[in-house]
């Protein structure tokens, strides 16, 4: 059974047994379903951005205006009747904007690699959840859907895969759309689409669709892997020995030598035998330097 089987299986079975709770599905990047009386509300993957962020992309509310309203709700994770009563957006926005962080987030878990599913109590309403769910078999069609869209685009792309970088006919392109302009000035080679989604502030869908779309036109390109350096094996298949020291072969000794002498032996309990002592100086005669003769000879009168 494929990943994708195994969680159809399991978000079924909640939807036929009205669950209400959480499926956590462990995977790459996995997430979580929220459910309520057997309809999803909310799904949250470390592969999507969530409401927050594309609330806050949309330039309705910035950091500190939501920071804000964080602390007057007592730490909420969606102040929600703060957003509403200071004017920063709507009820219907509000809505819609939870809508396609729920859709957004499935689609990263189906693009993804799901290994198994667990079912789990709800610790507290989900932020952004949705007031009327939707049924789970719907909802994986349609991010099943996208997928298969996505890969049968001229350059198919992964969310978590390809890692571009700008080609050479995009600096002089002049037909770029809005959010063209800001991948390219995000993609450096090292970022995916899953990470400009992020960085952008916008749907794992939608940019990693575009970065497709890019790559199509030729505005980026992939940075193809280095080549492996071929090794060559000597003949025999082996590889590099480990090279032994050779030992210095041993004469026998000649019969006329006589055989070294061997140190005195001691036994275990006697004691280590003393240094031998040092060679004692020769003592100095008087007068055997010739020191007083010489001065004699310089002095006539011999004092």
Request: net charge positive; charged share 20%.
């Amino acid at each position: 059974m494929s990943g994708y089987e195994l969680l159809a299986r399991d978000l079924a079975a909640c939807g036929r047994e009205g669950f209400t709770g959480e499926l956590r599905v462990s995977g790459s990047p996995g997430g979580t379903f929220h459910l309520r009386d057997g309809l999803v509300v909310a799904v949250e993957s470390p592969g999507a951005p969530g409401p927050e962020a594309l609330l806050l992309r949309s330039g309705r509310i910035g950091g500190e205006e939501w920071a804000g309203l964080v602390r007057e709700s007592d730490g909420a994770r969606w102040p929600v009747a703060g957003l509403i009563a200071h004017g920063y957006t709507g009820a219907a926005q509000l809505r819609v904007v939870c809508v396609m962080a729920l859709q957004d987030a499935a689609f990263a878990v189906v693009a993804g690699g799901v290994d198994r599913c667990v079912r789990a109590p709800g610790e507290g309403p989900p932020p952004g959840a949705v007031a009327v769910g939707e049924p789970p078999s719907p909802l994986l069609a349609d991010a099943s859907r996208k997928l298969a869209a996505l890969l049968a685009l001229p350059y198919p792309v992964r969310p978590e895969r390809e890692r571009p970088v700008p080609a050479s006919l995009s600096y002089a392109a002049v037909r770029l759309t809005a959010l063209q302009r800001e991948l390219l000035t995000h993609v450096d080679g090292r970022r995916t689409a899953r990470d400009l989604a992020f960085r952008t502030g916008r749907g794992v869908y939608t940019v990693t669709v575009e970065v497709a779309r890019m790559l199509a036109e030729g505005f980026l390109e992939c940075p193809r892997a280095p080549a492996p350096i071929p090794v060559r094996l000597p003949p025999g298949g082996e590889g590099v020995r480990r090279r032994e020291p050779s030992s210095p072969p041993s004469q026998p000794p000649s019969p006329s030598s006589p055989p070294p002498p061997s140190p005195p032996s001691r036994r275990p309990w006697q004691m280590p035998l003393p240094p031998p002592e040092p060679a004692r100086l020769p003592r100095r005669r008087p007068g055997a330097s010739g020191i007083k003769e010489f001065f004699r000879l310089r002095d006539p009168t011999g004092n």
